[in-house]
């Protein structure tokens, strides 16, 4: 069975920074691509970006460009983002996800497990 477990949100000031992590089990991050999204209260859940299976394409969605990066760390089977220059229109729950597909694209339907997700706020 697939577990993904985010931690490392909080509560920070614009233009801060964050650093979340997301440990999977039951999937080897190395040979998995991993997604990230976030979902506002009264909004529906948006890709945020997304690695893929073995690390080498990267995908963000045009509002956390050059300000969020994705990364793999395969020895201890997680994914990360990185989140610098915060706003406020950032605050979200975010949640990280899996795929079986090689270079998934911004559907979250295309994702098949799915963490709980860690609570972003960014205060003005």
């Known amino acids: 069975q697939v577990q993904l477990v985010e931690s490392g949100g909080g509560l920070v000031q614009a233009g801060g920074s964050l650093r979340l992590s997301c440990a999977a089990s039951?999937?080897?991050?190395?040979?998995?691509?991993m997604g990230w999204f976030r979902q506002a209260v009264g909004k529906e859940r948006e890709f945020v970006g997304r690695?893929?299976?073995?690390?080498?394409?990267?995908l963000y969605a045009d509002s956390v460009k050059g300000r969020f990066t994705i990364s793999k760390d395969n020895a201890k089977n997680t994914v990360t983002l990185q989140m610098n220059s915060l706003k406020p229109e950032d605050t979200a729950v975010y949640y990280c996800?899996?795929?079986?597909?090689?270079?998934?694209?911004?559907?979250?339907?295309?994702?098949?497990?799915w963490g709980q997700g860690t609570q972003v706020t960014v205060s003005s």
């Open positions: 039951g999937r080897s991050v190395s040979n998995s691509a």
């Open positions: 690695i893929s299976w073995r690390g080498g394409y990267k």
């Open positions: 996800a899996t795929s079986e597909r090689l270079q998934p694209g911004p559907d979250r339907n295309e994702y098949d497990y």
